[in-house]
């Protein structure tokens, strides 16, 4: 808008065959957003006047003539339908229709780290529940992190903010296109900050893009996520996490593993206080009554070292985590270990990819022990060198699945049987 006038004209190419919303966002010389003028920064078309809040807009079909709007005075949000959310409670709603919106009103008494979660139950195809902060006169406040985690039962929205003393509102809504009401929870509390970086062994530099995810899961499996990527050139990239103070978290990396030159690091990795684990038991579990920093983690890289046949089988030792691959569908790893005397109760904890066989061998043959993807099972194993096979579990399996990775861990208590 020019020096001295009160409004500008605009034009600009409609999208032929969606709806629209138009709106606008108020810049100041050096395109960055102004908070503190006497309007809201953004505004949008409503056929009953303009409104500062996304979810009131309305849809313009194709192109129109006299699309006008006018910048929104700041003043307060609140209406008689705004509900008051507490810290450490959650508040349940239902989004009735397309657009539908809910309100809360937090009060903050003490300046810190504050989370706000969305939660949708169930989690329907096509349906998506999200939220923003607004401070007391509609401006966007933005977070320190957002977080997103999916499954079968839930769909969950997190954002982290640093927040002052004072009144702020959030604003759940949800949209889709068909529009399956849907319910969902709102939950605010103190936060802490998880802060640490992902790296690449050895000082090595990416050649390519990857995506990664770190995750810090809470004890009921509540998952805290922050996805980036590691560009090409770069050996590490920093990640922070907003969690609720109230919780004990493990932290581990998530490696989609699309480019090629990522395939020779594990999936999955966990933090310890004495390095990455492959194995979920050896992770450090985290107390979050304080921002924890430095919470650093390293891609592991896998070895395939084991034997090709029983005779050329692999020597492992009890309690120690054994990584292997199994890199075709006649692909076989063998290993070998040694029970001490007096035999004892051994089990073998299995996780894969997909679903990988073990077979211990007994009296000349093979048999079949136990499957991955998840599996723990045992029994007394008597004195002497035993025998492993690890495979793909099934013909009809080995067909279907791709396979990949597994992690073996032999664990034991030495206790001979009584004798007569």
Not at 209 to 234: F, K, P, S, W
Not at 301 to 322: F, H, M, P, R
Request: charged share 25%; net charge negative.
């Amino acid at each position: 808008i020019p020096e001295g006038e009160n409004s500008v004209s605009y034009q600009m190419p409609a999208i032929e065959g969606y709806d629209q919303i138009i709106g606008y966002l108020v810049y100041d010389d050096d395109d960055s957003l102004i908070y503190t003028s006497d309007y809201t920064y953004s505004g949008y078309y409503s056929e009953l006047g303009t409104v500062p809040l996304y979810v009131d807009s309305s849809l313009i079909a194709g192109g129109a003539d006299n699309i006008d709007m006018t910048l929104v005075p700041r003043s307060g949000l609140e209406d008689e339908d705004t509900r008051q959310l507490g810290l450490g409670s959650g508040i349940n709603g239902i989004m009735h229709y397309d657009g539908d919106y809910d309100l809360y009103k937090l009060s903050i008494t003490e300046q810190g780290n504050y989370y706000i979660k969305a939660e949708e139950y169930p989690e329907s195809e096509g349906n998506m529940g999200m939220g923003y902060l607004c401070d007391s006169l509609g401006d966007l406040i933005i977070g320190i992190n957002n977080n997103y985690y999916s499954n079968e039962d839930v769909s969950a929205y997190s954002t982290t903010y640093n927040l002052t003393p004072g009144d702020y509102y959030y604003v759940a809504y949800g949209y889709s296109e068909p529009f399956n009401s849907f319910e969902y929870k709102v939950t605010a509390g103190k936060a802490s900050i998880i802060t640490g970086k992902v790296s690449l062994p050895g000082g090595i530099l990416a050649s390519e893009r990857e995506d990664v995810m770190v995750i810090a899961e809470d004890l009921q499996g509540n998952e805290y996520v922050h996805e980036i990527r590691i560009e090409d050139e770069e050996n590490s990239f920093a990640y922070t996490i907003g969690v609720p103070s109230s919780g004990s978290y493990i932290v581990s990396y998530y490696l989609y593993r699309d480019r090629d030159e990522f395939k020779v690091y594990a999936r999955e990795g966990y933090y310890s206080s004495t390095g990455t684990k492959l194995s979920k038991a050896s992770a450090t579990l985290l107390n979050a009554s304080s921002d924890k920093s430095n919470i650093n983690l390293e891609f592991i890289t896998l070895s395939d070292t084991a034997g090709d046949s029983k005779e050329t089988a692999k020597q492992i030792y009890i309690g120690a985590v054994v990584i292997g691959k199994i890199h075709s569908v006649d692909d076989k790893d063998y290993y070998k270990f040694t029970v001490p005397q007096g035999g004892g109760n051994y089990s073998i904890d299995v996780e894969a990819e997909e679903c990988i066989g073990v077979y211990l061998y007994d009296n000349g043959n093979w048999i079949f022990y136990d499957e991955g993807e998840e599996s723990y099972s045992g029994g007394f194993l008597e004195e002497g060198t035993h025998y492993l096979m690890v495979r793909a579990e099934d013909e009809l399996r080995r067909e279907r699945y791709e396979l990949g990775e597994y992690v073996l861990l032999i664990t034991g208590i030495h206790s001979p049987r009584a004798t007569n």
